[in-house]
């Protein structure tokens, strides 16, 4: 490798993170969007050469290949929905209706979006909440693209015509389109009510610590009156503090009251990977992530899926040496401050 070479690959690197978060952000796949960040560079390496600089910047060269990899990926592809955007609620005591044929939204690991250099600008993670993602995949391809690259990422009109090979007015009417389809889903890119990331932590360490006694009616405490609960690949979702306490109180019934929990982050959100005891061992049972609001948890999603747990490098068996939230918890789970004004 030559020192240009060697020069180019270094400027590529803060790239990384954000490209990351946009290849999400149009796939709803962390699996893909890596896997898609990775043929971005191999194709921005291969014309390296051809980079004109008074042409465009770095970045938005990037974006363009980026861009091209991810419309391509989506041709004839099924969106990525979760179990609320498909049907209408389940009751909680009805039994589970599997969708494995559905190519469900997953969740983004916060760690993936890691800034190689702490100089390089932060990627907002309030874009990448788990029901802004899943709002995008209502939208076409050209129209995610479009909103993301001028409301997300601040590309002017005329960046994002040269990006997406369209002309202003047609990313203009793009744009409209996606801004209407939003509204109709009553979603946007902020959350006014969302409380910070260490009140959002103390709400969360809560429920843990209730969740670890096994106190439904403490968990329910917690939860903001419109709660939402959804756990794919399963298409049940239902609603409200009655229902989640209900199918609460089946979980411990049928797996039990012994359980481990991993601390975990993702699109902005904080979650655990659960594990519960069988036999001799803590086996790996779900990842859940959670929205916090002021008025409470509003939204538990709950994942099932290899590729998930892959992706969050969580094993299927709890190491004795696994930093759990009672061994990582510098204080007693019973003496948590009270959250319940959140």
């Not at 060697?6 to 993170?17: E, I, K, T, V």
């Amino acid at each position: 490798m030559t020192e240009a070479d060697a020069a180019f690959d270094h400027r590529l690197a803060p790239f990384r993170g954000e490209l990351i978060a946009y290849c999400y952000r149009m796939l709803g796949s962390a699996h893909d969007a890596e896997d898609l960040v990775q043929d971005t560079y191999l194709r921005a390496w291969r014309a390296r050469d051809s980079y004109d600089a008074s042409r465009a910047s770095l970045r938005t060269w990037l974006y363009r290949i980026a861009t091209n990899v991810c419309l391509s990926a989506l041709e004839g592809r099924a969106r990525r929905p979760l179990p609320s955007g498909l049907v209408g609620a389940v009751a909680a005591d009805a039994p589970f209706t599997p969708g494995f044929e559905v190519p469900w939204l997953q969740p983004l690991p916060d760690a993936m979006l890691a800034a190689p250099d702490p100089a390089v600008a932060a990627v907002d993670r309030g874009t990448l909440r788990l029901a802004f993602a899943a709002a995008l995949q209502h939208l076409s391809a050209k129209e995610r693209a479009a909103l993301v690259l001028r409301e997300v990422l601040d590309f002017s009109a005329t960046e994002a015509s040269g990006i997406l090979g369209i002309t202003v007015a047609a990313v203009n009417s793009a744009l409209q389109r996606a801004r209407a389809r939003l509204r109709g889903l009553d979603v946007t890119t902020t959350d006014a009510t969302e409380p910070s990331d260490a009140e959002q932590r103390a709400r969360l360490d809560r429920y843990m610590a209730a969740f670890l006694r096994a106190d439904v009616e403490a968990l329910t405490r917690l939860l903001a009156d419109d709660v939402l609960m959804e756990m794919p690949p399963m298409l049940n979702w239902f609603t409200g503090p009655a229902n989640y306490a209900a199918f609460m109180r089946w979980v411990f019934e049928a797996n039990g009251t012994d359980w481990r929990l991993v601390p975990v982050a993702a699109n902005g959100q904080p979650g655990f990977a659960a594990y519960n005891r069988v036999g001799d061992e803590y086996r790996l049972h779900t990842l859940q992530i959670f929205s916090v609001t002021s008025r409470g948890i509003s939204r538990n999603s709950v994942f099932q899926n290899d590729e998930v747990f892959t992706s969050f490098g969580l094993a299927p068996v709890l190491d004795d040496a696994a930093q759990t939230f009672e061994s990582c918890s510098s204080t007693s789970i019973e003496s948590l401050p009270d959250a319940s004004h959140l």
